[in-house]
């Protein structure tokens, strides 16, 4: 609000005549339309807007990722550990792959973190790997809840393990396969044709410049980008990352630590203070938020009445009847 509110007529004016031109607008017209009529309807209607001055574009400020240890604790009774490593930006020539690389880690039951973790160690209740990658830069992220009595350690441990494997032996055939139609089901297909405008003017005006793009790499990955999967320079133990544990009040033991350097973890007192990024993958809320997988909440069920019985009821009224 300051600079708004110190900001004259004139800077205004000037703001306006800069940005708000032809020559940094995007028209997007769908439906059953021709494109010669559409140039001509262009024409008339914005033809006599004189083009802007150019446009600079700011170049992103460099920074350097540094290792981070963060410990947090919380209203929880089992320890979470969140570990994130910077990775690159949307569209890059590696987004696909890191896409695939995490369908390659979670989300199934034969995944590689989900089926050592869960089922062959039995050490966490949850874990999910996640690339979030923006216009600017992006991160990689795994996320995974222990079991009662298991440190933030060992899951870390056990996560280092399964991520250098994947980093040295790459995937193989099936799980790339897998995990592309995995990544290809979960792209975005909007039903209407409003949703494919809204898109095809998102893509024009702040991403990749091309209204039409959906990258061939998503929907059938060469034989370069299948080597990409392979994962070799992002997300392995040895980068710098960042390391968040949330730990049950009273219990900083259960956090995990950094081996072989003399790192002393950054205690926060509100785990929302302490949120390095944020995960979207399904399931995931905030540290600070609700979160009845570590809590052991089970949702809300109604027991007895017969379905004809329940319709349009609350389960308590349900129960009452």
Not at 102 to 119: C, K, Q, W
Not at 138 to 156: C, E, M
Not at 210 to 228: E, F, I, N, V, Y
Request: charged residues 30%.
């Amino acid at each position: 609000m300051a600079d708004l509110s110190a900001a004259s007529l004139d800077d205004v004016k000037d703001f306006f005549r800069r940005y708000y031109a032809p020559n940094n607008a995007v028209i997007v017209v769908a439906g059953a339309v021709r494109s010669d009529s559409v140039r001509a309807a262009r024409r008339q209607a914005f033809g006599d807007i004189p083009r802007g001055p150019a446009i600079t574009r700011p170049a992103p400020a460099a920074f350097t990722v540094r290792d981070t240890v963060l410990v947090a604790e919380d209203q929880v009774q089992l320890p979470r550990l969140y570990l994130a490593w910077r990775s690159v930006p949307q569209y890059h020539a590696d987004d696909a792959a890191l896409n695939v690389a995490r369908m390659v880690l979670s989300g199934a039951r034969n995944a590689r973190l989900t089926n050592a973790l869960i089922y062959e160690q039995e050490v966490a209740k949850d874990v999910f790997a996640n690339n979030d990658s923006k216009k600017l830069d992006g991160d990689f992220s795994i996320t995974a809840t222990a079991r009662p009595g298991v440190t933030l350690n060992v899951l870390k441990g056990a996560i280092d393990k399964e991520i250098r494997r994947l980093a040295t032996d790459g995937p193989t055939a099936r799980e790339l396969e897998a995990g592309a139609q995995r990544h290809r089901g979960r792209l975005p297909q909007p039903p209407r044709v409003r949703g494919r405008q809204g898109r095809a003017a998102q893509r024009s005006a702040t991403t990749t410049r091309d209204a039409g793009l959906l990258p061939a790499r998503s929907r059938s990955p060469s034989r370069r980008h299948r080597r990409r999967h392979q994962a070799r320079r992002h997300p392995v133990p040895h980068r710098p990352r960042v390391m968040l544990s949330i730990v049950p009040k009273g219990k900083q033991s259960l956090a995990a630590t950094r081996e072989g350097r003399a790192m002393t973890p950054r205690i926060v007192s509100d785990s929302r203070n302490a949120r390095p990024f944020a995960p979207r993958a399904p399931g995931l809320r905030h540290p600070a938020g609700r979160r009845p997988h570590q809590l052991g909440a089970r949702s809300r069920r109604c027991r007895s009445p017969p379905p004809a019985r329940r319709t349009s009821r609350s389960c308590a009224s349900a129960r009452r009847r």
